[in-house]
């Protein structure tokens, strides 16, 4: 077990166990705005990939988790209930009506290569940020290009909204607490990937806020004015002044 899904497990003993359902009452409300369910593959299921399936799994929604490590996989389906499966990342590629991807960038190639194809057309929400440090000479590229764009290109013909890309990865599970009062900065091209990515934070208790097409994503990350947890007006005030 590497050391990224062993931090992410502990983190999942502390806040499931105290919690259950009873802790996450709240999203059952939050969910309350969205009636129907979705399908959502997720590629990743890291620290990021691992704390959205848990919200997304208590508000019903039917997953498919994915990453190269089957067995954590199927592990963490088996914590989250019924509705959560797991599988290979093309079995969570096809499965989705909405696939999240949350990975290294550096891996984002590789999943062009073994899954670009299942994701044609399909709604991806982008969560991955370049680091140099992390990834290599492909951060460089993505941080030139955007990071919006530069997922765009691994991954044509994708209907890409970034979000979740600029919020720490212990606090994604917290938002339901208090329903609307914390942004999530979105960015994307297609109106009806935005809408139907935007339905799926506000179902985890953020309220979206679109600042612009993916040429803006490259804002969607740590370091840049608009990182960290903001109301929706923060968010649109700072988005504003950003080009
Ligand atoms: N941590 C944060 O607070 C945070 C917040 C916002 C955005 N982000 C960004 O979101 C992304 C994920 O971050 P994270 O912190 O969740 O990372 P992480 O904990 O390292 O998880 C990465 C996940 O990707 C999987 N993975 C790696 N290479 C893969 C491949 N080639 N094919 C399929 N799965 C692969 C890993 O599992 P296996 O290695 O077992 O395959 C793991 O499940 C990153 O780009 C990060 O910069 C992070």
């Not at 399908?39 to 691992?50: D, N």
């Not at 963490?76 to 019924?82: E, Q, T």
């Not at 208790?205 to 993916?214: D, N, S, T």
């Amino acid at each position: 077990m590497n050391r990224n899904r062993r931090a992410w497990l502990q983190y999942m003993a502390v806040v499931g166990a105290g919690a259950g359902l009873g802790t996450f009452g709240g999203l059952a409300r939050a969910a309350g705005t969205s009636p129907g369910r979705m399908k959502l593959g997720l590629i990743g299921t890291g620290r990021v990939g691992g704390a959205l399936a848990t919200v997304w799994a208590k508000t019903g929604h039917e997953l498919m988790l994915s990453s190269r490590n089957l067995d954590d996989d199927k592990a963490l389906a088996a914590k989250l209930g019924p509705n959560v499966r797991a599988g290979t990342t093309r079995d969570a590629a096809s499965f989705g009506d909405v696939v999240l991807i949350s990975v290294p960038y550096g891996a984002l190639p590789e999943i062009g290569k073994t899954v670009g194809d299942l994701l044609k057309g399909k709604i991806v929400i982008d969560t991955c940020n370049p680091f140099v440090n992390r990834d290599g000479e492909i951060a460089t590229w993505a941080r030139e290009k955007g990071a919006g764009l530069a997922s765009a290109e691994l991954l044509p013909g994708a209907r890409i909204v970034r979000a979740f890309n600029a919020i720490g990865f212990a606090r994604m599970g917290a938002a339901h607490e208090q329903p609307g009062k914390v942004g999530m900065p979105i960015a994307g091209d297609d109106k009806q990937a935005i809408e139907t990515a935007s339905r799926l934070v506000r179902d985890i208790g953020y309220e979206p806020v679109l600042v612009g097409g993916l040429a803006m994503g490259r804002y969607l990350m740590p370091g840049t004015p608009l990182a960290g947890e903001r109301t929706p007006d923060e968010i649109r005030q700072v988005a504003a002044t950003l080009k």
